[in-house]
């Protein structure tokens, strides 16, 4: 009877050794190898994978040796391991806390754009090039947190009006002649925007004919005049005739409107095209292209010349 208690008993401690388990069983979350320890799946942590793994992105400042290597909530934050998701410190926002916010969320008054939105910025292309904000105020906003607003603005009262003070800018498009051919205009469209004295930035629609119609200049002022809030009530453009070549074309804009006198901000000239799903305003990139004759063969063979014809100077100036 002794010798059968004792076999039972040897049998039940094999048979638990034989089905030992890892802690909480991986937890749902991993895979129980050798030894009982559990191999936890992707974005799960810790001797039972019970513990969530936080966002990773370039650290703000891990060391010295290696500042911006890829680190948990990039060192910026706190990862809460129920959840996976990090508690970023103040002044840093995103999963991972991979961007820095916004002073005061820029005060209801103006958007939160990454340093590369700029066009001063746009080739920067740095570790923390979509990592930095900045705050773009609206019109009548200004401040490192668009908290601040401009007064009102008006000449000065014993200035003497007349024609000698009307602003006169210059718009201004080239292209390279390289290729010698004779230049047929493929899209000819370009917006202008105006910056008003409260900075704000208009842009006007896409303005077509550029090139070919002979109304150009009515064009322009047709689309500079429609900009909302009579921001330019009226204006004269006027296309330079005796500079015009194939190549080459260049209008003079007077801002004749007692609402403009005195010094205007300058013009801004896009011709890159906005083609983009969700682009505004839309337009198709100003080009040209030539067809020229090869050398030693019959008139009907001909080369095509496309990108070397592309706008190479844009300009809008006082």
């Not at 370039?58 to 290597?69: I, L, Q, V």
């Not at 820029?106 to 001063?120: A, E, I, P």
């Not at 007692?258 to 198709?284: E, F, M, V, W």
Request: charged share 20%.
């Amino acid at each position: 009877m002794r010798a059968a208690v004792l076999f039972v008993v040897v049998a039940a401690l094999a048979l638990g050794v034989a089905t030992a388990r890892c802690p909480n069983g991986c937890s749902g979350h991993g895979n129980c190898g050798r030894y009982d320890k559990c191999a936890c799946w992707a974005n799960w942590q810790g001797n039972d994978c019970s513990l969530r793994t936080c966002a990773y992105d370039h650290s703000w400042a891990r060391n010295y040796h290696d500042p911006h290597y890829y680190s948990e909530c990039s060192d910026k934050g706190i990862c809460d391991r129920a959840t996976g998701l990090c508690d970023c410190f103040d002044q840093y926002e995103g999963r991972g806390c991979t961007r820095s916010s916004c002073p005061n969320g820029c005060s209801g008054h103006g958007k939160c754009r990454f340093v590369t939105d700029y066009s001063l910025a746009s080739s920067y292309a740095g570790w923390d090039a979509e990592k930095i904000q900045v705050c773009e105020c609206d019109g009548g906003y200004y401040g490192p947190d668009c908290s601040q607003r401009y007064c009102p603005r008006g000449d000065d009262p014993m200035t003497v009006c007349n024609t000698n003070n009307l602003e006169i800018q210059s718009i201004t498009i080239a292209y390279d002649d390289d290729d010698g051919g004779v230049p047929q205009t493929n899209y000819d469209e370009m917006v202008l925007s105006f910056t008003d004295p409260q900075g704000e930035v208009w842009y006007t629609q896409a303005i077509a004919g550029t090139w070919t119609d002979a109304d150009s200049a009515a064009n322009i002022v047709a689309a500079l005049e429609a900009l909302p809030n009579h921001v330019i009530p009226s204006v004269s453009v006027k296309l330079d005739t005796a500079t015009a070549t194939d190549y080459l074309k260049t209008w003079t804009v007077t801002w004749d409107n007692p609402r403009n006198i005195g010094d205007q901000n300058t013009l801004g000239c896009h011709i890159a095209g906005c083609t983009s799903k969700g682009c505004q305003p839309y337009y198709l990139q100003h080009r040209q292209f030539a067809k020229t004759t090869v050398a030693g063969t019959a008139s009907d063979v001909t080369i095509t010349s496309d990108s070397l014809f592309e706008a190479r100077d844009s300009s809008a100036g006082a």
